[in-house]
């Protein structure tokens, strides 16, 4: 008589993270090697954007729920110290062996078991870009009648993934219940401070932890992650209001079940029953921390009185540092504030202003985001960008720094502006020719402009908070920014005009153009030294 033994993938020590360590080198550890070895690895990197951000947020609640830290002191030892401490993971763990096994009958990992009566479908509904019924995507070929397996370890990172970021619409209903609202990091640009090691990235992350002192705001006593509740959660879908962060970190957006069995090439998970989870009550600027958010603003850019403020997102062509005031600057006015960074750098603001984080640091700031379709239903694609993180800058109380940041983002936002007018103008000109009607445009100035700035601003943005710090004028860096980015459009302008029908008319047309946007170019830069001229002063005088 064979005895089968009963599946089992304990995620406390198998390998499923996927890490890079410090020599570049990519692997997967196990939950307790990451904290174990963070010290000795570069970061966790997921196959997509959300992926990474997910897996931090599953991280950062473990990292609550073992070490705190419950004040700054304790955080400041934890930075100090050489790797992170193994006794308390070790007592967390063995505490809760069964609530990391993926297939546990009772509690499987961030999973519903109550959803077992009901028929699993692919397993590629889990991964974003398979093709299964509606959800047709450009590059995967996979047919509906193909079996997808997915090993146990891959199975884990898009569980953690889905219940982060699972796009909205129509799921299989349970009790009558389709309909899915987005999952809580699927409209926000969620914000990672990267340190130079992962032990500094997770602990830049985490947040001064007492839940029983309601730490961080708002927390409640009751705080927990998904796994350490004493039931498997309700099939029914549901509203509430979160317990507290790692309850948020967790949320259970969907209810998930996996099903597996075991083949020549050992046990893998073969299907799931992907249901709508429980809905999130909460306003997302009030309690989500590694987000910013600010006012919007209408045509004349002024703030909309009374509307709710607005997560930063990634946009595909321009870049995240157009929204480095919201993501790094403090808004010293609470009253009717604009703009509202992520906490975690509020956090290591006051870290660095108590001696704790060195002043002169500069570190990294990664956000992730993905685009979904018009419907919002279908991941079209996923994103990342970084913009650096000086530690002055988080610390700076002048609101004349922001200002003069606002103005040279500002610069580059109108002469873009200029660079589309001219496309425009040179466009519709050209339609008024009978010959030229059917000509489709082909040529995208944006593509050629916007993501040329990222690698300028960081160095503008690094020079200021150097000059900042250390009392100096700003007069250089402002200087070589207003330069890089007339010098990326005039580049562009010269590509735009090279790569325009240059015969007869067409060649008169594109010059007419292209010299009145050397005009605005030329206005807009005597405008911007006029308004940057208050701000570029020594930090004393400014």
């Not at 077992?116 to 995967?140: H, I, Q």
């Amino acid at each position: 008589m064979t005895i089968t033994q009963p599946a089992s993938f304990d995620l406390r020590t198998e390998p499923w993270l996927p890490v890079v360590d410090l020599n570049g080198h990519q692997e997967l550890v196990s939950l307790a090697r990451l904290l174990t070895s963070a010290h000795r690895l570069r970061r966790i990197a997921g196959e997509t954007s959300s992926m990474t951000a997910a897996l931090h947020r599953l991280v950062l609640a473990l990292i609550h729920r073992v070490y705190g830290p419950p004040s700054e002191a304790a955080w400041a030892e934890l930075w100090k110290a050489p790797r992170l401490p193994f006794a308390p993971l070790a007592t967390y763990l063995r505490d809760k062996k069964s609530s990391f096994d993926l297939f546990d009958d009772r509690h499987p990992f961030m999973q519903c078991p109550g959803l077992s009566t009901l028929t699993p479908a692919t397993a590629a509904k889990l991964v974003p870009y398979r093709s299964v019924g509606r959800n047709v995507t450009l590059f995967d070929k996979t047919l509906a009648t193909d079996q997808i397996l997915l090993t146990p370890a891959e199975a884990a990172r898009w569980l953690v993934t889905a219940q982060a970021f699972d796009p909205g619409g129509t799921k299989t209903p349970y009790q009558k219940d389709k309909y899915s609202e987005r999952a809580p990091c699927g409209s926000l640009g969620i914000a990672v401070v990267e340190g130079n090691t992962l032990k500094e990235t997770l602990l830049l992350n985490s947040m001064i932890y007492r839940p029983d002192h309601e730490q961080p705001a708002p927390n409640t006593a009751d705080d927990g992650p998904a796994w350490e509740q004493m039931l498997p959660p309700d099939p029914a879908p549901g509203k509430r209001a979160t317990r507290g962060w790692t309850d948020l970190l967790t949320w259970p957006a969907r209810r998930i079940l996996l099903s597996q069995k075991r083949t020549d090439d050992g046990l893998m998970v073969d299907g799931v029953i992907l249901t709508p989870g429980t809905r999130l009550d909460a306003v997302a600027a009030d309690e989500e921390m590694m987000a910013a958010f600010r006012k919007p603003t209408d045509q004349k850019g002024k703030t909309k009185r009374g509307a709710p403020m607005l997560p930063v997102r990634l946009h595909p062509v321009r870049g995240v540092w157009r929204h480095s005031v919201e993501l790094l600057m403090t808004n010293l006015w609470e009253e009717g504030k604009t703009r509202q960074r992520p906490r975690t750098l509020e956090q290591i603001s006051e870290l660095a202003e108590h001696g704790h984080i060195p002043a002169h640091a500069v570190y990294t700031l990664r956000v992730f985001d993905q685009q979904l379709d018009d419907n919002a239903t279908v991941v079209e694609t996923w994103l990342e960008e970084v913009v650096p993180a000086p530690v002055a800058l988080l610390r700076a109380r002048d609101e004349t720094l922001g200002a003069l940041l606002g103005c040279a983002i500002a610069y580059a936002d109108n002469i873009g502006a200029a660079l589309r007018h001219m496309q425009r103008s040179y466009r519709k000109e050209k339609r008024g020719n009978r010959e030229n009607k059917r000509e489709k445009p082909t040529w995208s100035l944006d593509v050629e402009y916007w993501p040329r700035l990222a690698r300028p601003f960081a160095e503008f943005l690094t020079d200021i908070a150097q000059a900042h710090d250390a009392d100096e004028t700003k007069t250089t860096a402002v200087e070589a920014w207003q330069n890089q980015v007339a010098t990326i459009a005039l580049r562009a302008t010269d590509h735009w005009a090279e790569g325009s029908p240059a015969e007869g008319h067409d060649l008169v047309v594109v010059g007419k153009h292209y010299g009145q946007f050397l005009g605005r170019l030329d206005k807009l830069t005597r405008i911007f030294h006029t308004e940057i001229a208050a701000y570029i002063t020594t930090k004393g005088a400014a």
